[in-house]
């Protein structure tokens, strides 16, 4: 069995991923039944500017993490980035016309980037030696599972009660994956754990004098 902290991210990951598994198939649909000026086009705009976003932030947001001392600042980072994403699909709801759609897409990408650069920063940590490659298979093989069949009850619902009631749900299983991360909270390293402390002068790329 994965070790405490590795169990908790793999369920995290699960619940985050089976949220987005149930709008992913049926969201050009939405976007042309319920957006006005709906297309996909839009479709198509709404994934660059999301995959954009979130590919510019990943390296600078990793390498601010990797500066910093504490594995507190990547847990922070990873809470906050899934807490954030887990308000988009509420977003999608309210959205009217394609402009709410970018810039719903701008913070979902935002939210990916934090929550993808401190998970895998915890992960890669706390992952068993010598069982690198089945733990990542097991996160890997429960969210393709939890995404895949939960895209099929979001179309499912979609048919028989309307995108209100798979939005919803959706949003709800991401807030479940934030909630389930502060299991973790006793367990996550301070600057000064475990001989951990890097020097402030470190971070900063500060010489000393002389």
């Known amino acids: 069995m994965p070790n405490r902290v590795v169990k908790f991210l793999v369920l995290s990951d699960l619940s985050f991923w089976t949220g987005w598994g149930m ?11 319920r957006i006005e ?24 947001i990793g390498i601010f993490l990797d500066a910093c001392p504490s594995e507190k600042d990547d847990y922070f980072v990873l809470f906050a980035g899934t807490f954030l994403t887990a308000l988009i699909p509420f977003g999608f709801l309210m959205a009217k016309v394609p402009v709410h759609i970018y ?11 934090m929550n993808l ?7 890669t940590r706390h992952i068993d030696r010598g069982k690198e490659s089945t ?18 009850i979001g179309g499912f619902v979609v048919v028989k009660y309307g995108f209100t009631p798979v939005f919803i749900a959706a949003g709800l299983f991401i807030i479940l994956g934030a909630f389930l991360l502060l299991a973790l909270k006793n367990d996550i390293k301070g600057v000064f754990d475990n001989g951990t402390h890097v020097p402030i002068k470190k971070i900063f790329g500060m010489k000393k004098d002389g």
């Open 135 to 152: 733990e990542w298979g097991i996160d890997s093989t429960l969210i393709g599972i939890g995404a895949g069949i939960c895209g099929a």
């Open 37 to 60: 000026g709906g297309s996909a086009l839009v479709a198509g705009l709404a994934a660059s500017i999301y995959l954009i976003v979130r590919s510019l932030l990943r390296v600078p």
């Open 103 to 113: 810039m719903i897409e701008i913070i979902h990408g935002i939210g990916d980037a």
């Open 117 to 123: 650069s401190g998970w895998a920063a915890i992960f």
């Open 23 to 33: 709008i992913g198939p049926i969201f050009p649909i939405f976007l042309v039944q």
